[in-house]
């Protein structure tokens, strides 16, 4: 998975056009140096988010939209993990695959929800051809174990938890590590001190309770 520190392959103190270290197109010389060629327009249009760019790379394309472009990421992973909407709908729009995995792998979902992207995720889940592939999507774990539930629930995206949850998620799935979603809510949530504020999914999971 891509690091979502490095948005727009800058960062924030360096935007001066002189800087060696980058490239005209945004990218990381060294990152770029590991992108196959014919992937280079379409792995810069997608860490920079710029949609007329890629409608190009896509236009242009020598390949799949759904070939890796960096660390195992397809350029919908890349769009979903910096939060580009736009470039996300594009990319759909042009049948990219909703249950490719990167090379941890995770698969978009789990990126959108890491950044607690609310429409994205909507989109995201809108977008699955049926139950089953939505219900894939949902249950889809990484290297870890963690469903998108799971990276939502470490961010503390309420949105997105309660999004997760009315379209299905399980709140008791565990990962690698024998965490459900809730642990890590919490554990974020006690950082850097303690605190009684009831989490997202404890109160869901109360709701089943009383409902039944």
Known sequence: MAVPGRRNGLLEDDED???PLFEENGLDMDLEADIPPHLRDLAAAAQLGDLNALRLALDNINGSIDEPVED???ALHLTCLYGYLPCVQLLLERGANLEAKDEDGAIPLHDACAGGFIEMVQLLLDRA???GCLKR???SVDAEGDTPLHHAARGEHAEVI???LANGASPTKTNTYGKIPQELELR???K???SSKPTVLRVSCL???VAR
């Open 162 to 164: 309660q999004l997760l």
């Open 129 to 131: 051809s049926n139950s």
């Open 72 to 74: 195992g990421d397809t």
């Open 192 to 194: 850097p001190e303690v």
């Open 188 to 190: 974020a949530l006690l």
């Open 137 to 139: 999507m949902l249950d």
């Open 17 to 19: 056009d002189e800087n």
């Open 207 to 209: 709701k089943r309770a």
